[in-house]
Every structure is written in C-alpha cells, then in structure tokens.
Nanobody, 119 residues
Framework: QVQLVESGGGLVQAGGSLRLSCAASGTMSGINTMAWYRQAPGKQRELVAGITSGGSTNYADSVKGRFTISRDNAKNTVYLQMNSLKPEDTAVYYC?????????????WGQGTQVTVSS
C-alpha cells in the first residue's frame, strides 16, 4: 500500500503562485511515475504534470511554462510549483503514484487539495 498526503493548496489572486507538496509513504518499491492531476467542477480529472524517478517530466499544454513538477526521491515527496496562476486553474489537485509490479499496475491517489484562483 502507498499513502499520499497533499498540502499547499489555498486561495490566491490571478498572477500569484502556490506550491503543492505530496508526501508518499508505505511500500514504495515499484513506484516510478508520480503525477499531479486536477478536477474542476463539472469536468473530468485531467493530468497536469508527471515525473519519473529519473526526472523526466511531462506537462499539459495549458500549464507549460507556468508550472514545474519536481521530486525528492530521498524524501518520497513530489512538488508542483504553480506560477502565473489563472482563474481556470481553479480545481481540486490530486497527487498520483503509479506502481508497477510485473504486469500489474496500481494507481494510488491522495485526498486532494483545493486551489482557488480569484480574478
């Protein structure tokens, strides 16, 4: 089992910044990719950014150049630095860890943290 605990959400004005953290604990073997997803009211959950244990990253087009994902493998923590925030970034942000053991893939999710960007 893997437990994920997010922190760092809140209310910020447009143009501001927030830094989300996700601390992972439990059986971490087999965890390679960690990611941030978000879900706005009435919309599907979408990938925001992902990072592998080797440091390779990918971003949604809507956040490229504004958001940065990073990872501290020693602390089992992944971060999402969000700059130049826009009202459309308002959503619940979820941390995700993907675990692969042989042919089995398991996704773990945090409880989510609310990010609200006011105009």
């Amino acid at each position: 089992q893997v437990q994920l605990v997010e922190s760092g959400g809140g209310l910020v004005q447009a143009g501001g910044s927030l830094r989300l953290s996700c601390a992972a604990s439990g059986t971490m073997s087999g965890i390679n990719t960690m990611a941030w997803y978000r879900q706005a009211p009435g919309k599907q959950r979408e990938l925001v950014a992902g990072i592998t244990s080797g440091g390779s990253t990918n971003y949604a087009d809507s956040v490229k150049g504004r958001f940065t994902i990073s990872r501290d493998n020693a602390k089992n923590t992944v971060y999402l630095q969000m700059n130049s925030l826009k009202p459309e970034d308002t959503a619940v942000y979820y941390c995700n860890a993907m675990k692969r053991v042989l042919i089995t893939t398991t996704n773990y999710w945090g409880q989510g943290t609310q990010v609200t960007v006011s105009s």
